[in-house]
């Protein structure tokens, strides 16, 4: 491509902004599916045995694989890597050759005749390595008391599967796993579907073998095993477990209401019902990432899970509803039906993460997770804002650009397009088009445009027109707004661009943005429209002067920029407005200023006339993170002292209608806000809130309970920033002594 573009200069150029909207994407083909395996031989179904040396950290294994051969080859290839393949057998007999490819991480077999269409068998004896990391079968060290133990956990999403066993690890090979481990003596072992048999192997050991699974993806595996306690439960006639450590089971229990809801929400939600006989939950407690959706049983860091009423925060019991909302809610959405290649993880893990928060919202509405859903909005739209970012759907070739795909544009970008979608389709179209989805494509590979087919379906709506720019173009819009009067009615004009930190944008194609527009103060008598031009207007019966708004309830992914005289009028009215109307305000008009487009001292003005009555914790935080951005900015110059001042003056008018100690029974709002308060005074350097966290955290190493659990953190942080040798060698050994993984990360 490079040589081209050299040899032709300029015009080859000009030629890729023509071509993004002309390729749309297909629905699934099997035989289109990218990936490095060919499509001539399937797996159906594997028996895999594992025996793992926990001492000596290797596994020896064999698998058997029923294959089934759709075009006469004279090959098999399958991924393995770092496994030291011993024997293999073809249909029972040993094939002419077996030749890694380390570079493709694949095997080929070389037959030495021909294999006709129809059932195969292939045999493989291995022996692998146990890691230290989360990639492929691991070993994680904790304590119990001072006692060092191991347990043994997977992680294999996206291409680690293939460290374990031999497979044909790429998504779209849909196979049933049957598994077979041996289990030393005095621990348990716990992988995606129910035990079905168990016999005495030697040693004290045991041969645990666990019912085969539907046909599914290899990245779906997962064993783990130790020395592991469970508290069991049950809903809608599936059985629930989660294992713990040893002595850590009653901080289950909180996990344990969580997933009773949430499966039975989705079971109602989804129209399929969950499909497996039950569901365990892992707490892994260490180093591991944060969670990981195995079908059937499910694992997490341990802070992710497991929540301990005496020392656990608010934050904490959030996380693990949202966290645990989200793995779930993939137990359909990337495990019933499945992506069928990497470019396109956003319908995984951008719908899972729009799942996690609606779900939560139904179950908590208290804790208004949408309306703190917009800092996550927030850090995708920033990165989103730079030239070097990408499309939700992006073409992956590599192992290593599989793992790359995992960012905030297909997480936090892919929420917020659903989010913006469900909201111009409507909650029970939307819910509708997901049924037919599901339905249709269970135990299947979908692409994105099956999803817009289901939800074209239910909606009668171009989705797919309307949902391309947002996925296979990089950026967003920012939509420019003014007004005018026109006979008494107000006509607004719209114009749009791409929204790009520094430089203008050269002028693109433009998105179709389902829009709303209205009254900020007034929001029922929005107008809601899709706006698919570069530049047009609406006329509305509202007064002229009105304080309009587009973005009402801030459920769009773009930004608006208004005209002074909105602006001057938004601000008249900004503390009557919705909190989500406030946010969103306020966040464009930030984002206007690092983007170098938008005056500072506007947005600090806005900022300064937040008074008593504003007591939102989102609007707070977004603040404390603007002004966190620019104190940094202020390091070293002689202004710095002055901004700190002054920006502790704003941060301590809320805190002090909180005050320091949590009120029985306050919202989640309120805890959150006091936390976030006093961290950021505490930041900032404020000599009473220093002075008043180091004498909590005195009070707290002579009595711990003295300290109530959303306080810990705010308290931690401060004495730690501002801490003398001492001081810092009291948390270290805090730190050390503790068996709970949220108290040493604190
Ligand atoms: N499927 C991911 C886990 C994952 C992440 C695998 C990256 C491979 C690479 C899982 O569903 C997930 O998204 N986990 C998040 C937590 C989640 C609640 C946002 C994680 O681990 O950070
Ligand atoms: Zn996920």
């Not at 499509?39 to 950290?57: E, F, G, N, S």
Request: hydrophobic content about 40%; charged content about 25%; proline content about 7%.
């Amino acid at each position: 491509m490079r040589t081209v573009l050299r040899a032709f200069g300029l015009l080859i150029c000009l030629v890729p902004v023509f071509i993004t909207s002309a390729v749309a994407e297909a629905t699934f083909s099997f035989d289109a599916t990218p990936g490095k395996l060919p499509k001539t031989v399937v797996p159906r179904q594997y028996r895999i045995r594992l025996h793992p040396d926990t001492q000596a950290l290797t596994t020896t294994g064999t698998v058997e694989a029923e294959l089934d051969v759709l075009k006469p080859v004279t090959e098999v290839v399958f991924n393995a890597l770092e496994l030291e393949i011993s024997k293999v057998t073809l249909d029972g007999s040993a094939p002419a050759a077996v030749t890694p490819h380390p570079e493709s991480q694949t095997v080929s077999v070389t037959s030495g005749r021909i294999l006709e269409p129809g059932k195969h068998r292939l045999q493989i004896d291995f022996r692998g390595r146990i890691g230290r990391q989360p990639v492929g079968l691991y070993a994680e060290k904790y304590r119990v008391g001072g006692v060092e133990k191991q347990m043994l956990g997977t992680q294999m999403e996206p291409t680690d599967a293939r460290r374990v066993f031999p497979c044909w690890d790429e998504p779209v090979f849909r196979a049933k796993f049957g598994l077979t481990v041996v289990v030393p003596r005095g621990e348990v072992a716990v992988s995606n579907m129910p035990v079905e048999s168990e016999r005495p192997g030697t040693e004290g050991r045991r041969e645990v073998t666990f019912a085969d699974t539907p046909p599914m993806a290899s990245y779906l595996v997962v064993l783990c095993m130790g020395e592991l306690e469970q508290l069991t439960g049950e809903v809608d006639g599936v059985k629930l477990g989660i294992w713990t450590t040893a002595g850590k089971r009653s901080q289950a229990a909180y996990a344990m209401e969580a997933t009773r809801k949430i499966v039975h929400d989705y079971n109602e939600y989804f129209g399929v019902k969950y499909p497996l006989p039950k569901l365990d939950q892992i707490a892994v407690p260490g180093g591991f990432g944060g969670a990981m959706e195995n079908w059937g049983g499910i694992t997490y860091n341990e802070k992710n899970l497991l929540f301990d009423p005496a020392t656990s925060s608010q934050e904490t019991r959030e996380r693990i509803f949202i966290i645990v909302a989200h793995e779930i809610a993939h137990q359909w959405f990337g495990n019933l039906v499945t992506m069928a290649w990497w470019d396109n993880l956003w319908l995984n893990e951008g719908f899972a993460s729009w799942m996690e928060t609606k779900c939560t919202d139904r179950n908590n509405p208290e804790w208004q997770v949408w309306l703190r859903a917009n800092a996550g909005k927030e850090s995708a739209m920033n990165l989103d804002a730079r030239r070097a970012t990408h499309p939700i759907q992006q073409t992956v070739r590599t192992e290593s650009q599989a793992m790359d795909a995992f960012d905030e544009i297909t997480y936090l970008k892919g929420q917020g397009f659903i989010r913006m979608l469900e909201s111009y389709l409507g909650e029970e179209v939307f819910r509708k088009g997901i049924r037919i989805y599901m339905a249709r494509h269970a135990y299947g590979s979908t692409t994105t445009a099956d999803l817009w087919a289901a939800l074209e379906e239910a909606s009668g709506k171009p989705v797919a027109a309307i949902a391309g720019g947002w996925t296979t173009r990089p950026g967003f819009p920012l939509v420019t707004v003014s007004s005018r009067d026109s006979g008494g009615r107000t006509e607004v004009t719209l114009r749009q661009e791409r929204f790009l930190v520094g430089n203008p944008a050269p002028p693109g194609e433009p998105w179709q943005i389902p829009l709303s527009v209205g009254r900020a103060d007034r929001a029922p008598e929005a107008r809601a429209l899709l706006f698919e031009k570069a530049s047009g207007s609406v006329s509305l019966s509202v007064p002229p002067g009105a304080p309009l708004k587009i973005n009402l309830g801030n459920a769009g992914f773009y930004r608006g920029a208004y005209s002074p005289e909105l602006a001057k009028a938004q601000a008249a009215v900004f503390p009557n407005l919705a909190a989500e109307d406030r946010v969103n305000l306020l966040c464009d008009a930030w984002a206007l200023v690092e983007a170098g487009r938008g005056d500072v001292g506007a947005f600090l003005d806005l900022v300064a006339a937040l008074g008593p009555e504003e007591t939102s914790f989102v609007i707070w935080d977004t603040v404390i993170h603007d002004l966190g951005i620019l104190n940094r900015m202020e390091k070293g110059k002689s202004g710095q002292p002055a901004f700190e001042r002054w920006a502790r003056e704003r941060l301590k008018v809320p805190l002090q209608r909180l005050g320091w100690t949590p009120k029985p029974g306050e919202s989640s709002n309120d805890a959150l806000l006091r936390a976030a308060l006093i961290t950021s005074l505490g930041t900032l350097g404020d000599p009473g809130v220093v002075a008043e966290a180091r004498e909590r955290f005195a009070r707290f190493l002579k009595d711990p309970s003295t300290l109530p659990p959303d306080l810990r953190t705010p308290v931690c942080l401060i004495v730690g920033r501002h801490a003398d040798a001492a001081t810092w060698e009291q948390l270290r050994s805090l730190a050390r002594a503790t068996d709970s993984t949220e108290e040493r990360d604190r």
